[in-house]
């Protein structure tokens, strides 16, 4: 209940840092996770997450049932999942939608009527772009344009059919983005949930590759997850799902190493404050 979430929370908090204290296995902890959401949880949110049907933490069909917050019937499965979605890391998630609409919106404020290119990298389920649906009909006198990219094809057939009613504006590739971007120029290039999974060495290797493809004036906006995530325990304990959380000032030399002049930088975050936003001007 939520009555209960204060203590549960506390608690994990406890079982992080016996952890991190090294008097219990982060092994231990996960196999007892693992053994009691098997019995108990199917179905649930945490299960999914846990059961990494595609693989990894983070695919494309967790991230849209966190977007659209998916809770189970069964009244105490239900609850499971209410706690779920209360966590700060889900809202952080949901969160994202609003600022990348926010993006586009600032991107559009100029005076140039010229279409907007939009370069949305590890796009997932594209949750993002189909749900700007209204912000196209506020701004009709500017085109906006979408490129996708996401290294996994259910993925994109998932995103594909999310964006059927844009599907003028939106082209998708199934590539890895490590290996491939689209060769043309983008006014902003976008990717949220993506180098929070990069070591610093492939995250500015990637980062240098956005910066070259961002238009004179344009801008690269990744997400990163920050060290302030009161739901690390819980995902990393008994979810699996480990992260590279970073602060401000790193993200702000990864930024730097990659070549971004000191005063094209900026990191901000969403209303939760645990999603960075590293800002590149071009
Ligand atoms: C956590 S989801 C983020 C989805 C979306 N950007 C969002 O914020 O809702 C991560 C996505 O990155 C994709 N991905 C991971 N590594 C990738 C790579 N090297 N190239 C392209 N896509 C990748 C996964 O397939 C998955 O859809």
Partial sequence: MPSDYAHFNRTLRHLGDAVRAKVIARDDVLAYAQDVTNRYLEGTMQARALGKKYGYSGDFEIIEAIYTVQIA??????RWDLYFHSQAAPNAVRNRKAYFHQLLHSHSA???KAPLSVLNLASGPARDVRDVREWVLDNPDREVFFDCVDAEIHAI???RKLCAPFAKRVEFYHRNVLRFLPAKGYELVWSAGLFDYLTDRTFVYLLKALMAVTKRGGEVVVGNFSEHNPSRDYMELLGDW??????QDHLRELALEAGAAADSIEVMWEPEGVNLFLHIRR
């Fill in 73 to 78: 019937q069964e009244p105490h499965l239900r």
């Fill in 110 to 112: 100029g005076q140039t």
């Fill in 157 to 159: 057939e998932r995103a």
């Fill in 242 to 247: 480990v992260l590279q959380h970073r602060t």
